[in-house]
Structures are given as C-alpha cells and as structure tokens.
C-alpha cells in the first residue's frame, strides 16, 4: 500500500495529485527548482525537497535527484504527473530498482510508445490503421504536404508542415534540432498531412488482470502550433466511429501489455477513418473533462492499479458535457510569444470545484498559481485549466466562456479573449472542429475588447489615476482631483494599449471632472478603484487596478490592460534603427545568418527557445545584416539585441545624381 508519494513534477498537476492524496489519507512530498522555491505546489505537500538549479535538465529532468529526494523524504511510491520524466522508462527502471512503486505502465510499455515509429509498426501489426511513414530523402510532389515528426516526446515540439518540397531540407533540420533539445533524440520522419483531420483520444485505464476500459474519448481539435488549447468530451463522433475507437485503442493495450492510465490518441478524417498517432503512457493534461462526464477520479485509479487493484468489468457511463480551456500566459496576436513575471491577480468567477469534480453542474479549476505567484521562463506558461461541465455541449460551451470573459487576469498578457471567442463562434458551436481550425478563422486571433471599450477604460484609468493622486496629496487636498486656476487647460494622462498610444484629456471642475474629447461620456462617480460612466443613459462600472507600471481595467464590456507612459522619456534606452530584441529571455537555437548578408523581409534569421516553444526572428524589412551580437546557445535576457538589420535604401530615397550636382 502507497503511504507516502513523491510527485515528480510541479505546478497544477501536483497540486491536481496532492489532492487525491489527501482525500485516499497518502502523505505526499514535492520537488522543486530553486525557479520553484515559493511556487504553490511546494507549500502543499507535507514535505518539499530542494532540487538545485532553475532549468529543467539540471532538476525535475534528473531522475537521479529526484529517487534521491524520494528517498531522503521517506517516499514509498512515485507519481511523474505528466512532461518531464512521465515517459522515461530509465527513470521508471530507476524508481523501480529503487524499491519503490512507479505509478504508471511498466518500463517496457513505455519504451514501446515512446518511439513512434516502433509504436506505429506494432499498432500496425495489432489491425489498427496508421498514416505510412515517408522517406524524407525521396518524396515527391504528389506527396505533399507531409508533416515531419519527432519520433520521441510529444506537446507539438518537433514537428513542421512541408507542402513544397523546397522546405523540406530546412524543416527537417529545425524539427531535428528542436527534438534534440527537446527530447534527447533528434530522430524525425515522416508522414502524410491531413489538413481537416480532427483531433479524437480515447482514454484508457488498464489493470494487472487484463481488464481494460475504454472511458470515453475526448475531442482535442483546437490547437496551436499543433498543441492543444481546447478539449472537451464526449467528441461529437457517431456512436458507430465511436466504439470503432474503443475497440482499436484496447487493442493497442493489449499489443504492449498496457497497466495504467493512457491515451490513446487518432486523427479521424470527415468521410470516417481514423488513424493512430500515439499513446501517451500517462496522465493527459485534459483530464479534467473526462472526469467530469465520468464521475471517476483517475488519479485513485492510477493509485489503486498501482497497488494492485482491478477494475470493475465496465467503466461507467458518460453523463453531460465538458469542455476544458487551457489558459496561457501568451499573446496570440504575437506569434504566440509566451509571458513571464509577476501575475499579479488570478481570479475565476463562480468556481464550483477546484481539482476535483464538482457535485453538481458548474466550473472547476485547475491552478497551479495565485495572486503574486511569478511565471517563470524555465517552465510552460499555462496557468490554469478552465473546465465547464453541464448537460449538453452548447450550455458547457455558454458556461465556459462567461467564465473566462469575466476572469480577472492582471500582470501577464493571456490567451483568454481567444479562447472565449473560440467557444462564442458559430462554427465551434456548430460542431465544425478540426486541426485547422485556427488557421481557418485567424481572426479570432485578434480578438480582444473592442474600440469603445478600450476609449471608455482609458477614460477610466485616467480618472482614476488621478483620484489615486489627489487621495495621496498633502497640499489642497479638499480641491476636487486635478483642479487648476486655468479651466481651459485640460489635464492630459497617456497610455499604451497595445502598440498605440492613448492620450485622455479631460477638466476639472467644482462639480466634477468632464472628459474633454468624449462629449458623449459622463462622469457619475469616480474613486481611486472604481468610476462609473454614462453613454446615452446607460451606466457602467469599471474597476482599475494600479501595480508598477501597468494599470489593468476591468468591467462588463472586457478586461483592458494599459501602460501608463511616462511624459518625459528615456533617452538612454533608445536603440539603433533596426534593432530587433529579444521579445524573452531565451536561448538562441539557430542562426541562419551572418553579418554582411543581404536579407529579405520575412527572411529567418535566428530561432529563440523559451517556455517550451520555438521562437522565430525574422528580417522586418529588406536590408543588410550589419550587426548579429549572438551566437548559438547563447542565452539572452529580454530586451537584449539580437540582430540589427540596415533597411536597403527604397527607390524614392536614392539620390539622384544630376541633381545632386545641380
């Protein structure tokens, strides 16, 4: 019996396993980075052991440390959660030759799935259909597009999308390279691209006697850079397709001899075939979803294989709708480029339960941060898995987004607006969910508080702002905020939102202040925190939120996150004309470039790797590489210069030499 478990992992998956811990009486203990010191998780567990170093490879990536720490805090048993070492058979032969229990499929099961090409030969051998794997040295035209995959790991890394076959050559090289630094293991191929395939898992529990359950499948179709962002369950696949999955995905536990908690993961196409991916010999981060239509607790379950247990001779039936969102620190409008730092307020409205199912209809939360946990750029940047359970799949999809639009995010630029504009289009809520969804509807990458409300929340921010001074100010503090002799000068706050900038100019009178450019807009009250404002008789309050450098508004029409700009600048940051910068700290991955070389706008120059993604930079404009201050492998803080390119000279700017004698 499981006493005490170490979980190998941090953030919102150790939190998710230290409460099932609790409820089954098992004691727990965390590892952490020194990133990690503070982190949530850490404060937890009944016991937290240091691993020293920030970076992954040097701490939750080194099994030998963590059998080390599981055996100086008295650990019986351990749980990999999911990345990191979670499919390392060396680290579970370790823990096992440790004495102690591993809380998953055997080594040997992992080591099979771990390798997808292996994987796929023996699926393929079991009767389960698999996309052909192509040879990347002779493909031809006729074949394209293909996708080139990393044959170990998973998460989206290490895979491009080649349609002509002049990119071959380079995509290979960066899949390569990024699975290298991914995985351990550059080994790449290749395999046909279906471009509308949705995305359908089958999760899997498995015990020591043979038994195995299908529990359901998930449909995991949203994505980004071939990562997951929306999943929900049941999929809306027809009963026949859907047992015609169960039964392929018992047959690939049974081709390995699977124990545990698995998924197993297919690309189904419009006209109904289906093909294997891969197993993930696992916990998924999605979960959550499957829980909530099941009612089981799969982290029990994974305890209680582990310990022996069989399972029942059927798993139970799906009841309602889940649909789970995961909330990133990332901006979609930038690449996806992820965020670090403070977050300074996390807050999700009307949460029923948090890491566990809720006992009636509503949200759960999965968090691993609070109000003033720091986002580091060793680690992901999800912050939090959002899940709507209800009866059907538009009221879950209703549910969801409400909860995300009215969330009170503060401190880090998030993919939210996104994923509830995902949840509110027509197409989603149509059921029209496939792989290529957002590269179809790339407008929703913009998605974001409209015109008027960003106009009305600046309004806000400056009244506000001012309230807060005048509140702090010693000398004449029962004038009204901002009063001067002079009414015809108006007072003037600016702000950035976005890459614009916002000037507000409003007076200050002995009945109260008036917006100058907004005749339209009135003022009803204004404190510090709160000002509520009138258009065409219909008021409105907006809460303002003040930390350094950075005001965050929020209300009923959206969240908007403004930068207050300072009215003198800073000459002594002013960079040299084609500076590009780092938009992160990072390490730089490839430099493709070298100084001298003439360049082309859109051209890649260098890759960036940050918070578990790939990061491209490339040429703004057409010009010459005058200066290129890094080199590869090099880390680099956020801001620092990464290239500076010279814009080539345009026709209209040449001088012309007759008149320049003239």
């Not at 392929?248 to 698995?262: N, P, S, T, W």
């Not at 691993?368 to 009866?391: C, E």
């Amino acid at each position: 019996m499981i006493t005490n478990l170490l979980v190998a992992n941090r953030g919102e998956i150790a939190l998710r396993i230290f409460r099932t811990c609790r409820e089954l009486g098992v004691r727990t203990v965390a590892v952490h980075s020194d990133a990690d010191t503070h982190a949530v998780h850490t404060q937890a567990a009944d016991a937290a052991v240091r691993l020293p170093g920030d970076a992954p490879s040097d701490t939750y990536l080194r099994g030998d440390a963590v059998i080390a720490a599981a055996s100086a805090a008295g650990a019986d048993a351990v749980h990999p959660g999911y990345g990191f070492l979670s499919e390392s058979a060396e680290f579970a032969r370790a823990v096992l030759d440790a004495g102690l229990t591993w809380v998953g499929p055997s080594p040997e099961s992992i080591a099979v799935m771990g390798s997808k090409v292996e994987s796929k030969r023996i699926v393929a051998e079991a009767g389960v259909p698999v996309l052909s794997e192509l040879d990347p040295d002779h493909l031809t035209d006729d074949e394209l597009p293909v996708l080139v995959k990393a044959s170990a790991g998973g998460g989206g890394r290490g895979m491009r999308v080649v349609r002509h076959l002049d990119e071959l050559l380079d995509a290979v090289a960066a899949a390569r390279a990024e699975a290298a630094s991914a995985f351990g293991d550059p080994t790449v191929f290749c395999e046909r691209y279906v471009e509308r395939g949705r995305h359908i898992e089958v999760q899997v529990l498995a015990d020591g006697t043979g038994t195995v359950w299908a529990v359901g499948e998930r449909e995991c179709s949203i994505q980004r850079r071939h990562q997951k962002v929306i999943e929900e369950s049941p999929s809306g696949v027809d009963d026949e397709l859907r047992q015609a999955l169960f039964s392929a995905a018992r047959a690939v536990c049974a081709a390995v001899d699977y124990v545990g908690a698995g998924t197993v993961e297919f690309l189904v196409t419009d006209d109904g075939e289906f093909f294997f991916l891969e197993m993930n010999t696992r916990l998924q981060v999605e979960h959550p979803v499957t829980e909530c239509v099941t009612g089981l607790d799969l982290v029990a379950w994974q305890l209680r294989i582990a310990e022996g247990e069989a399972l029942p001779p059927e798993p139970p039936a799906v009841r309602g709708h889940a649909i789970e969102a995961r909330l990133y620190a990332e901006d979609p409008r930038a690449d996806w480029r992820p965020g670090s730092g403070i977050l300074h307020r996390v807050a999700i409205r009307d949460v029923r339960a948090e890491f566990t199912v809720p006992d009636r209809h509503g949200i759960r939360l999965d968090s691993g941060v609070v109000d003033g946990s720091t986002v580091s750029v060793h680690y992901d940047p999800m912050l939090a898995k959002v899940v709507a359970w209800a009866p059907d799949r538009s009221a879950a999809a209703r549910m969801l987004a409400g909860a995300l639009s009215t969330a009170r995010l503060h401190g880090l630029v998030t993919n939210r607006d996104l994923l509830a504009a995902v949840l509110r289009h027509p197409a989603f809520l149509a059921g029209d969910t496939h792989t290529d969804f957002l590269t179809r509807h790339a407008e929703l990458l913009d998605a974001g508080p409209d015109d008027d409300t960003v106009r009305l929340s600046l309004a806000a921010a400056a009244l506000a702002d001012a309230a807060h001074n005048w509140a702090r100010a010693r000398v004449l503090a029962s004038l009204p905020s901002g009063w001067r002799n002079v009414p015809s000068a108006p007072h003037v706050k600016t702000y950035r939102h976005g890459e614009a900038e916002h000037v507000v100019r409003y007076h200050s009178t002995r009945s109260g202040p008036m917006l100058s450019d907004h005749p339209d807009v009135t003022v009803e009250s204004v404190t510090p925190e709160r000002v509520a404002l009138s258009v065409a008789g219909v008021r409105r309050h907006f809460d303002v939120c003040r930390y350094p450098g950075s005001v965050t508004v929020d209300s009923p029409l959206g969240s908007v996150s403004l930068t207050p700009v300072p009215r003198f600048g800073d000459s002594t940051t002013e960079l040299a004309e084609g500076s590009l910068v780092a938009p992160m700290p990072g390490a730089v991955t490839r430099v493709a470039v070298a100084v001298g070389d003439v360049v082309s706008a859109g051209q890649p120059l260098l890759s960036l790797e940050a918070m578990k993604m790939e990061h491209r930079v490339a040429a703004p404009a057409d010009g010459v590489v005058t200066e290129l201050p890094v080199t590869e492998g090099a880390q680099v803080e956020q801001g620092a210069v990464l290239a500076v390119i010279t814009p080539t000279p345009s026709t209209d700017d040449a001088v012309d030499p007759a008149k320049e004698s003239a």
